[in-house]
């Protein structure tokens, strides 16, 4: 390369970068650089020039570092990060399951865990399902769905009323709240059988608002606004957690003989969503290597050669809508019956974009990325508690900086349901 190719390529950089700066600059000056506090109950307005500064001169020495990192570098680097072609691929994965399951499961009794850790763990658990449900709508066949979130309303509000007005258990309002969910799916399926890309986002994304508006309007049936409350809580095979049970039942704590502790509650959902997102994991590990399995992801890669081998793509799709909102449907289930209330500001876009969010960071179609992703999300806010106002500021930053290491993903690995072994040599 020429001293002139050289200077040249110095110089966009270096506008580049300043323009990066000044984008930096407009943005942090609003959100960083004015903070109002309350002295002596007088609203005064600080300045933190010195947070803006920075912050300037980090995306500046960032953004040229990247223009100037030589391209023959960024295309190998984002060859491996789309194909982590590695001696022991599976060997690696599984020992990663593995790792994490016993990790999930000894969790609870470990000293380190208290009651923060299990509700964080909870919630992680239950993004990790959703994550699962909606990997197999966007990540095996292919649909990009941005309403996945009403799916999960739909599953929680269907427990809710069960379990409220005719008195079933967990166990009992669970299939029905999925089945439920399915249903709706397929009825979202049915008019976008004929779109794809952006045509099929928008018509999901109206599906969702759709649902969350129903719910806030049907004041009557859905509680309005007000939502809905004293959903009832599950309990241990008839054993409720309770410190005074009703007259004729044995609580939980008096059943073990053990002293009462609101932990064993907390505990005992910790379980309860593990076991069902590892259901809901076999359970889609075991369909990809089916025919039904296989044609989501023939659907994925390309629907006109679908066509012409003879796949349905109506059922496919259809099928690939119904399963993905169940494994919803079986969430909001849990989620209405671990809070006890819900109402429709639970069920808004930005959960569903959360949801997205977590499939697409984790890699689309990879079941231990979805786990890696919703872990990274839910838990990196929960670190930023301690900064304050800037606490969302650094979760976009971090998303900004794995987006860019990682533009496929997390685990952007995605290995065929079938393989047929090769012959061995000297075979005919």
Not at 61 to 68: D, E, P, V
Not at 186 to 195: H, N, Q, S, T
Not at 236 to 254: D, I, K, V, Y
Not at 286 to 300: D, F, K, N, S, T
Request: charged content about 15%.
């Amino acid at each position: 390369m020429t001293a002139a190719a050289i200077s040249g390529r110095l110089a966009g950089s270096v506008k580049e970068a300043a323009l990066a700066a000044f984008v930096a600059l407009a943005l942090a000056i609003p959100m960083v650089g004015l903070h109002t506090v309350d002295q002596g109950g007088t609203l005064v307005v600080e300045t933190r020039f010195h947070w803006v500064a920075i912050a300037v001169l980090l995306v500046f020495a960032g953004r040229l570092a990247l223009a100037l990192w030589p391209a023959r570098l960024r295309l190998k680097a984002r060859r491996e990060a789309a194909h982590v072609a590695v001696d022991g691929h599976f060997r690696v994965l599984k020992f990663l399951a593995v790792a994490a399951i016993s990790i999930a499961i000894l969790l609870p009794v470990l000293p380190i865990t208290d009651r923060y850790v299990i509700d964080v763990a909870t919630t992680v658990l239950i993004y990790v399902m959703l994550g699962w449900g909606l990997n197999i709508v966007v990540g095996l066949a292919g649909l990009l769905d941005l309403g996945y979130v009403a799916f999960y309303a739909v599953g929680a509000y269907s427990f809710a009323l069960l379990a409220r007005n005719l008195g079933l258990n967990f166990w009992e309002c669970l299939p029905l709240a999925g089945a439920l969910a399915a249903v709706f799916g397929v009825l979202l399926g049915f008019p976008v059988l004929r779109l794809r890309g952006d045509y099929l986002a928008i018509v999901t994304l109206g599906f969702g608002e759709m649902i969350r508006i129903v719910l806030i309007n049907w004041q009557s049936f859905t509680g309005g606004p007000n939502g809905l409350t004293s959903i009832p809580r599950p309990s241990f095979f008839g054993l409720p957690f309770t410190r005074t049970p009703e007259e004729g039942e044995t609580a939980f704590h008096q059943f073990f003989g053990l002293e009462f502790s609101p932990y064993h509650r907390l505990a005992f959902l910790y379980y309860l969503i593990l076991a069902l997102a590892l259901v809901t994991n076999a359970f889609t590990m075991r369909i990809r290597r089916l025919p039904v399995g296989r044609a989501w992801e023939a659907l994925r890669e390309d629907e006109i050669a679908c066509r012409a081998l003879g796949i349905n793509p109506t059922n496919t799709k259809l099928t690939a809508f119904a399963i993905g909102a169940m494994f919803g449907g079986f969430a909001g289930s849990f989620f209405a019956t671990r809070q006890g209330f819900i109402s429709p500001e639970s069920f808004t876009f930005i959960e569903s974009a959360m949801i997205l969010a977590i499939v697409v960071l984790g890699g689309m179609g990879s079941q231990i990325g979805v786990v890696f992703a919703a872990t990274l999300l839910v838990v990196l806010p929960e670190l930023g508690r301690e900064f304050a106002e800037l606490r969302m500021v650094l979760f976009g930053a971090a998303m900004i900086a794995i987006m860019i290491w990682r533009p496929h993903g997390l685990l952007a690995r995605r290995d065929p349901s079938i393989v047929l072994p090769l012959p061995k040599r000297g075979t005919a």
